[in-house]
């Protein structure tokens, strides 16, 4: 199994729909986790963390299941403004070790 | 607050030439990494360095890349020869190293183009 794996997409949405995709990791023992948002030719900017069970900022909420090892982020009322890529990253405990993902490419259609 | 600082933005060689990047991470911040963004992929990390001290280099090409952190503070990342395959943005971020809560913040990127 892959460290930590995300579908890549694309999402085709249209404007105000919600949308959630998910996050899987390996490694049970990983403390933290990041949803980081990432616009065409730019750097990646920070999202939401994830520390317990999940986190909620306006419009996004961000859930962490240990049990099944997944975290995912969910989207309501979606704008165009949304389209980009997101990524997951998990900071595995035991080595310091922080993976990213592929990234999950979203698309808003008007 | 300033953010991280990366120079040059954009960089354009010859296969075989040497390149070097410089990074200025957010102050205050123990931890800086480099990564590398290839088109479609998510970012690899090549190197995290905490303070000055490497923590992991694992997928760093060594025959070819280096890296350097002598003040704890600013960084240079060097690739010596440069392959076609270098081509993609390197991405420099940097974090507290107060885990779990180090978030990275990460620079606009050098793009290079390895001709």
């Known amino acids: 199994r892959k460290e930590v794996e995300q579908d890549p997409g694309p999402f085709n949405v249209p404007e105000g729909a919600t949308v959630a995709f998910n996050c899987t990791y390996s490694n049970s023992a990983s403390q933290s986790f990041f949803w980081y948002r990432q616009d065409c030719r730019k750097e990646p900017k920070l999202l939401m963390s994830?520390?317990?069970s999940g986190n909620e900022d306006g419009r996004f909420t961000a859930q962490l299941n240990r049990a099944s090892q997944y975290i995912s982020l969910l989207i309501r009322d979606s704008k165009l403004s949304d389209s980009a890529t997101y990524l997951c990253v998990v900071n595995f405990e035991r080595d310091d070790k922080i993976i990213f993902g592929k990234g999950t490419r979203l698309h808003i259609l008007p | 607050e300033a953010g991280v600082a990366q120079s040059p933005r954009y960089k354009i060689i010859e296969k075989r030439q040497s390149v070097a990047f410089w990074c200025n991470p957010i102050?205050?911040?123990?931890?800086l990494y480099w990564y590398q963004q290839i088109l479609g992929q998510g970012p690899k990390l090549l190197i995290q360095f905490q303070n000055n001290g490497v923590v992991d280099d694992s997928q760093l090409p060594k025959d070819r890349f280096s890296a350097e952190r002598l003040k704890g503070v600013d960084s240079t990342l060097k690739i010596q020869p440069a392959k076609l395959e270098d081509s993609a943005v390197y991405l420099c971020?940097?974090?507290?190293?107060?885990?779990?809560?180090?978030?990275?913040?990460f620079g606009p990127g050098t793009r290079l183009t390895v001709l």
């Open positions: 994830v520390y317990s």
């Open positions: 971020a940097s974090s507290t190293a107060d885990y779990p809560y180090n978030e990275q913040f």
């Open positions: 102050s205050g911040h123990a931890t």
